[in-house]
């Protein structure tokens, strides 16, 4: 039972429900041992030849009243294990998304979308199913077997032991294969979680598995993978469908044992033939109730995964924690790196290498260099993505002592692949925005999305598909410009956020950033040097470290890697490799 020490805020939070409900399993499985009790009467009465119209009216009319009583009491026990399992259900799914959304990088390099799915879909409903209404079914058929047991043994001990007798293979059969259904429910949660990670790649990258014509070979993984999780799926069948036959198989032995020695109690009038049915409603009582635990049993068993894998989720700590005297900044003057290196988490390879650099409000910062040189590390640490030194100051202050929210609301983001939700375009610009001193309509026109947008069938209503799967990816990116101008922060970063789009676009789009953003930050991270030959500064990296730095005019009269660069591209070629 320790696994419910999980979920004991939920319990502390509604235990005069559980209260509740518990009384309600008593009080219904009491009704349920008083019905063969009042049989049994009936027909030693019958026997006896003492029955008449009052005695056989008093105990038809109790009995009557022991099911109408029965049936309102289980109604409102359902109602009340309903609830709790329905409300449990909902805080489950919102702690664990609270959880997931305070994770630093590291978490979901670790944890892919699709297992994540399957946690906070399955196994949020395991868990709460396993600790409301399964576990009041499991109480209610404990306190059977105990209360029905108990009555077996006071119409007569002996046939009692020997009529339960077999009934104990059960418990036999349940402890032998455990471990195995424990070990095999664990592969089968792992495999449907690899399965759900497949289905969303497919669905993510349609287009690209159209392109290269792999719908064929997309499909044979899909189906192989699916092919593995059907055979340890069908191989947990097997093994759950060994209970119920050697379940029935023992209950049948136990009443035929008290069919033959309870006949010849009767026979010999130890026992009246009113007990001898008695008793064997009793013990189908008892019997009934032991298949369903050893079954329970096994589904108690497969529920302890999805309690572990629940509880990984939930006890797994962002490894970036704002301490307790954390600042809060609403603007900035200069933003440094100091001294900076950076590797990540177990690659052992420095990213970043004795990084020093300043930025003062206002200006405009062009990040280049080689693919792999660091360009998007610097952006991320400075969003505190991934644990730091004291290397990086705001305002001479270490951003380890600003709170991360607080840095983020200065930012406004457009990383290298676009976060687009299948919602309306008007919904995707204006989502996370905190203020409206950008309109919309401006935010589209600086963007140079509005042309875009007037081709769309339904305009800013357009429901963009998942992942934006519907645009281009030119519009992907001109929607994600839109929506970080709309968000109007201080700081304005664009990590290589033109490369889809032709000379033109990004010369209006740049144009229309330095009409509308003069007195801001912007850091525009690029391939294509154009897009910062009027930067007030640019940055060469190189291997994480800064290999030239000045104005385009400067950086053009070195003549070393930035001017290189920037010739061929001028010709028609890109070698920034």
């Given at each position: 039972m320790g696994r419910y020490k999980s979920i004991d805020w939920f319990i502390k939070k509604y235990w005069y429900k559980y209260l509740l409900t518990f009384l309600l399993v008593v009080v219904t499985v009491i009704l349920d041992v008083a019905k063969p009790e009042l049989i049994g009467t009936i027909i030693d009465l019958i026997g006896l030849s003492e029955?008449?119209?009052?005695?056989?009216?008093?105990?038809?009319?109790?009995?009557?009243?022991?099911?109408?009583?029965?049936?309102?009491?289980?109604?409102?026990?359902?109602?009340?294990?309903?609830?709790?399992?329905?409300?449990?259900?909902?805080?489950?799914?919102?702690?664990?998304?609270?959880?997931?959304?305070?994770?630093?990088?590291?978490?979901?390099?670790e944890h892919h979308s699709g297992d994540l799915m399957t946690r906070a879909t399955s196994d949020t409903f395991q868990m709460s199913n396993n600790s409301t209404q399964f576990l009041f079914h499991l109480l209610e058929v404990m306190m059977m077997i105990l209360f029905s047991g108990v009555m077996l043994f006071l119409i007569h001990p002996l046939l009692a032991v020997y009529s339960i007798l077999p009934l104990p293979l059960i418990f036999v059969i349940v402890y032998k294969i455990r471990p195995y259904i424990s070990r095999n429910w664990r592969k089968v949660r792992q495999k449907n979680s690899e399965l759900s990670d497949i289905t969303m790649e497919s669905v993510q990258h349609v287009k690209l598995i159209r392109s290269f014509?792999?719908?064929?070979?997309?499909?044979?993984?899909?189906?192989?993978?699916?092919?593995?999780?059907?055979?340890?799926?069908?191989?947990?069948?097997?093994?759950?469908?060994?209970?119920?036959?050697?379940?029935?198989?023992?209950?049948?032995?136990?009443?035929?044992?008290?069919?033959?020695?309870?006949?010849?109690?009767?026979?010999?009038?130890v026992i009246t033939v009113g007990d001898l049915v008695t008793f064997n409603l009793y013990l189908a009582q008892f019997s009934n109730p032991m298949i369903q635990l050893g079954n329970q049993m096994a589904m108690f068993v497969q529920s302890k995964v999805a309690f572990e894998r629940i509880n990984e989720i939930m006890d797994a700590m962002p490894e970036i924690i704002d301490p307790v005297d954390a600042k809060e900044i609403n603007d900035f003057e200069t933003i440094e790196f100091k001294n900076f290196d950076f590797e990540y988490p177990n690659k052992g390879i420095k990213t970043i290498n004795n990084f020093s650099f300043k930025i003062n409000k206002g200006e405009t910062i062009g990040i280049v260099g080689k693919t792999g040189s660091g360009k998007t590390t610097i952006i991320r640490q400075f969003l505190r993505q991934y644990p730091t030194e004291d290397n990086i100051y705001i305002d001479g202050i270490s951003i380890n002592k600003i709170k991360k929210e607080s840095i983020r609301h200065l930012v406004s983001y457009v990383p290298q692949e676009h976060a687009l939700f299948a919602r309306t375009v008007e919904e995707n610009i204006l989502l996370g925005s905190n203020n409206e001193t950008i309109s919309l309509e401006d935010a589209i026109y600086n963007a140079d999305f509005k042309k875009d947008v007037d081709f769309l069938p339904y305009g800013?209503?357009?429901?963009?598909?998942?992942?934006?799967?519907?645009?281009?990816?030119?519009?992907?990116?001109?929607?994600?410009?839109?929506?970080?101008?709309?968000?109007?922060?201080?700081i304005l970063i664009l990590d290589d956020s033109l490369s889809a789009v032709d000379g033109t676009t990004e010369a209006n789009i740049l144009r229309n950033l330095n009409n509308i953003r003069k007195d801001k930050t912007n850091i525009i991270i690029a391939h294509r040097l154009t897009a910062v030959e009027n930067a007030d500064k640019i940055i060469v990296l190189d291997h994480g470290q800064i290999t030239e730095m000045g104005t385009h005019e400067e950086l053009m009269n070195n003549k070393k890697w930035y001017y290189e660069q920037y010739m061929i591209q001028q010709m028609g070629g890109d070698e920034n490799e």
């Open positions: 029955i008449n119209w009052n005695n056989f009216t008093t105990l038809m009319i109790v009995i009557v009243l022991v099911f109408v009583f029965k049936f309102i009491f289980s109604i409102f026990k359902r109602i009340l294990s309903g609830n709790l399992f329905h409300s449990l259900y909902y805080e489950l799914k919102l702690r664990f998304m609270n959880k997931v959304l305070v994770q630093d990088s590291t978490f979901f390099t014509v792999n719908e064929e070979k997309d499909y044979n993984r899909l189906e192989k993978v699916a092919d593995e999780c059907y055979q340890i799926e069908k191989k947990s069948v097997y093994l759950r469908s060994v209970f119920g036959p050697t379940f029935r198989v023992c209950t049948i032995i136990s009443q035929l044992i008290a069919f033959i020695y309870g006949s010849y109690l009767v026979m010999n009038q800013l209503n357009t429901i963009v598909g998942e992942y934006g799967v519907t645009l281009s990816g030119g519009q992907k990116q001109r929607l994600s410009i839109a929506r970080a101008i709309y968000k109007n922060s201080e």
